[in-house]
């Protein structure tokens, strides 16, 4: 049983269009996050919700936006994709905010041609 | 300086070879140290967590914190093929009212050759 789920796996999509990727966890924890990862392999925090308040947002673009319906998910909107949004995103999840023992999803594989 | 420092490698070593993973980091206020280990096309998944100073053994791997140098180590003994990832080191700190932000190193890709 899957504990942090994304979907989609892979997404590709033109510039300008408005996208989404959903991601769901089983795990009862009570803060999940958005995590970038760019062509060299490098993992950035984008977001991160507790209670769904966000509490975390680095310095991400205000065309990202995260929404949490409830504890159990968080999906990430991405509006006017550019270029260089190309990426794999990871949902994560964790108890406590802690950060220590995130669990992560498998992924989302953007592409914008 | 970026925060967390880690050589993104290629490692590559024989079977059997006992492996050492390295990270640095600048910022004083990170109180926990982990590793997450990461297969090709697949999300990270943590390996050990430690907060104090000093070793942490869990089967073949060892994780390994020195504060006062500001220098953590994962070692990994009797290396095998499916050992072969990219291992991430990740620190965290509290950003405020209980919770905690994590810092990533750029990750190490180990290859182990069989």
């Known amino acids: 049983d899957t504990a942090v789920s994304q979907t989609p796996k892979y997404l590709v999509t033109q510039m300008g269009n408005d996208k989404s990727i959903k991601c769901e966890q089983n795990l009862g924890h009570d803060t999940m996050y958005w995590y970038k990862q760019d062509s060299k392999k490098f993992l950035k925090i984008m977001f991160s919700y507790n209670n769904k308040e966000l509490i975390i947002n680095e310095t991400v673009p205000n065309r990202f936006s995260p929404k949490s319906p409830d504890k159990a998910h968080l999906n990430l909107h991405i509006n006017s994709l550019e270029l260089g949004d190309s990426a794999v995103y990871f949902c994560a999840s964790s108890q406590g905010g802690g950060a220590r023992e995130a669990f992560f999803g498998q992924g989302t594989r953007l592409t914008v041609v | 300086q970026k925060e967390v420092e880690q050589d993104p490698g290629p490692l590559s070593v024989p079977e059997g070879a006992i492996v050492s993973l390295n990270c640095t980091y600048s910022?004083?206020?990170?109180?926990?140290f982990m590793w997450y280990r990461q297969y090709s096309r697949k999300g990270p998944e943590l390996l050990m967590y430690t907060y104090s100073s000093g070793n942490k053994e869990d089967g073949r791997f060892t994780a390994q914190v020195d504060k006062s140098s500001k220098y953590i180590s994962l070692f990994i003994r009797d290396s095998q093929p499916s050992d072969s990832a990219t291992y991430l080191c990740?620190?965290?700190?509290?950003?405020?009212?209980?919770?905690?932000?994590?810092?990533f190193g750029k990750g190490t890709k180990l290859s182990v050759i069989p």
């Open positions: 910022n004083s206020a990170f109180q926990y």
């Open positions: 990740a620190m965290s700190a509290s950003s405020g009212a209980g919770s905690y932000q994590l810092t």
